[in-house]
């Protein structure tokens, strides 16, 4: 058994990818094997590889409809080792990797043969190739790798450059696994595509949101605002403005702010969904989520407001957008009817739907401007630059409908840690937030107690910075690999 044993529903590839005993002999062969890696890419857009990072975070509550269905990532338990979570995206990830190698491996082979038009495009290919093993990193990261701190870390997670579906690596450093990820990128970038529109396939655009990211998370703060700005500056991706535009936008697929939105087709799937997280039922005519909002999570959005004179009425419209209407959308948990909010920022585009009902399917959002203005605002602060990122983060505020922040100092600092929530809730990246801010929480109040489950690892976790619980944000290797591979050693704080 190897590192790449896939785990849970992951023990095939996607449909649409390729064996690599197939022939990759050809620029046809290359095309089609590039087009199974978009398949790959795909199939780890949402469901679990986003929605573990919200079942570990404050923003959601386990709800008596959720069977202890991922209890282990909720509670940060002892026994997330041999999670089924974990180990899926342990080896979703990696099995990813596994069929990039190959592709890099076997790619500049056919280009020696193929014509010149032939060889620019499989230069393409391979610019691709690079910026998906980047993406794959970078989540894994995400998941299994302290925050980057400037001194060096043993415990970062095995590199693998090469296909070898037999190989034993040890960890590499967490500093060699983010210069990794920084090199992949500049490799990407050479990439000749180019759309200033939302692209379905990797450009140049989409190389620079994941760049900047990596320049804010390794604490290049010049570089994340810079990259950030060159996006966010960018009129091609205007922000939404109107609330009806805003919600189409999530609803439809359709926003002009996506930089790099995946294809999808009813004939052709095969990504996860945020089902969990509302769970309709048609017979009922209601809602049965797994997944609640805490109540910490709703009060993010502030009420309606007017200025002194009443000239202007500030609403932000994303808590509308994002979450359920109350007065609408009853919800079912554990045979009582309750009006509280639900995740609806994922509803299922009508465009894939197989049948009368929601599949939940959406286009994957893989990049998107907003992220970079958040980007670009905690870079500024982190420079330094309050002001600055100020006017950024408001920019996006009043887009949303928002008011603009006045505040200074930790006041200030608290609203740009609530807009990664209240902008990003659902999209996996709010661990990432807490481990790069070193704040973590204390308990999970929920709307409506008795709606939930109530326990100490649930709603009264402590999982504040320097605790355990805080530590086990990031995620153990699978206690499988470990067995399997000798050369792995777990993480100190499991």
């Not at 199974?36 to 570990?56: K, N, P």
């Not at 670009?376 to 409908?401: I, M, Q």
Request: proline residues 4%; aromatic residues 12%.
């Amino acid at each position: 058994m190897s590192l790449f044993l896939p785990a849970c529903n992951l023990d095939k590839l996607p449909e649409g990818s390729i064996s690599t005993e197939n022939a990759f002999k050809s620029h046809d062969d290359a095309l089609k094997h590039r087009n199974g890696l978009y398949t790959i890419l795909r199939a780890l857009q949402y469901g679990a590889y986003t929605q573990v990072a919200e079942m570990q975070s404050d923003m959601f509550n386990a709800s008596q409809n959720f069977g202890n269905d991922g209890g282990d990532v909720h509670g940060l338990q002892n026994t997330l080792p041999g999670s089924q979570y974990v180990s899926a995206l342990w080896a979703g990830y990696y099995s990813a990797i596994a069929q990039i190698n190959n592709f890099l491996e076997k790619a500049p082979l056919v280009r020696e043969n193929a014509t010149s038009e032939e060889q620019k495009q499989i230069d393409g290919y391979i610019a691709e190739a690079h910026y998906m093993r980047a993406y794959m990193y970078s989540n894994l990261a995400k998941y299994f790798v302290q925050d980057y701190e400037d001194t060096d870390s043993e415990w970062g997670i095995p590199l693998v450059e090469d296909y070898n579906i037999e190989a034993t690596p040890s960890r590499a450093s967490v500093h060699r696994i983010y210069n990794f990820i920084m090199d992949e990128l500049n490799e990407a970038g050479k990439i000749s595509a180019n759309s200033n529109t939302t692209s379905e396939s990797v450009n140049k655009n989409a190389v620079a949101a994941l760049k900047s990211k990596m320049y804010l998370l390794t604490h290049q703060y010049d570089s994340a605002y810079s990259v950030a700005k060159s996006l966010f500056d960018n009129s091609s991706y205007p922000l939404d403005r109107v609330d009806t535009v805003f919600r189409n936008g999530w609803r439809l697929d359709n926003t002009r702010e996506d930089i790099f939105r995946l294809d999808a087709r009813i004939t052709e799937l095969g990504m996860g969904t945020y089902s969990r997280f509302m769970e309709w039922q048609s017979g009922s005519k209601k809602y049965q989520p797994h997944w609640i909002p805490t109540q910490k999570f709703v009060n993010l959005y502030e009420d309606p407001k007017s200025v002194d004179d009443g000239s202007i009425t500030y609403k932000d419209f994303r808590k509308d957008a994002f979450l359920s209407d109350t007065s609408k959308d009853v919800v079912r948990v554990a045979g009582k009817d309750y009006r509280v909010y639900f995740l609806k920022k994922f509803p299922g585009n009508p465009a894939l739907f197989t049948d009368k009902e929601t599949n939940y399917m959406h286009k994957p959002k893989v990049a998107r401007i907003a992220e970079q203005y958040l980007i670009g605002a905690e870079a500024l602060f982190e420079k330094g630059d309050e002001a600055g990122s100020r006017e950024v983060l408001n920019r996006l505020r009043e887009a949303r409908g928002a008011s603009p922040t006045a505040e200074t100092g930790d006041a200030y600092k608290q609203v740009l840690q609530d807009e990664w929530a209240r902008e990003m809730v659902g999209e996996g990246v709010l661990i990432e937030c807490l481990k790069r801010w070193k704040v973590g929480f204390i308990g999970r109040t929920p709307q409506v107690e008795e709606a939930v489950m109530v326990s100490d690892d649930f709603t009264r976790l402590n999982c504040s910075y320097g605790t355990t619980n805080f530590d086990h944000l990031t995620l153990p290797i699978p206690i499988n690999d470990l067995r399997t591979n000798t050369n792995l050693k777990q993480s100190p704080w499991w």
